[in-house]
């Protein structure tokens, strides 16, 4: 979980010095946040965070986030995105994290 943990800090980061339209940088900020807070959860079992979410799944928003903060947020970029990280978040925080 600590990898996952520093992977949304370096998504994060990487949204910080994007040039990305403020509206936009902070719906995925508050998004990215809310996973931050479901990987602290306790609640989480080690089998849930490794299968259905593992580190494969977290460098793949990794490299995602790295292209469309280069430039790349126009069109479907962005809500490709946005899609990819509600699907982690209802798979770490069931139906509740979505919302």
């Not at 990487?14 to 990215?32: G, H, N, Y």
């Not at 602290?40 to 079992?45: G, R």
């Not at 962005?78 to 982690?88: N, Q």
Request: hydrophobic share 35%.
């Amino acid at each position: 979980m600590d990898h996952q943990y520093s992977i949304i800090n370096q998504c994060l980061q990487l949204l910080k010095q994007s040039d990305m339209p403020t509206i936009k940088k902070l719906r995925v900020e508050i998004q990215l946040i809310q996973m931050k807070r479901l990987l602290l959860n306790d609640s989480l079992t080690s089998d849930l965070t490794h299968n259905s979410c593992g580190d494969d799944v977290f460098e793949g928003l990794l490299n995602q986030m790295r292209r469309i903060c280069c430039g790349r947020y126009e069109g479907e970029a962005l809500t490709d995105l946005m899609e990819r990280i509600g699907g982690m978040l209802t798979v770490l925080g069931g139906n509740h994290a979505a919302h």
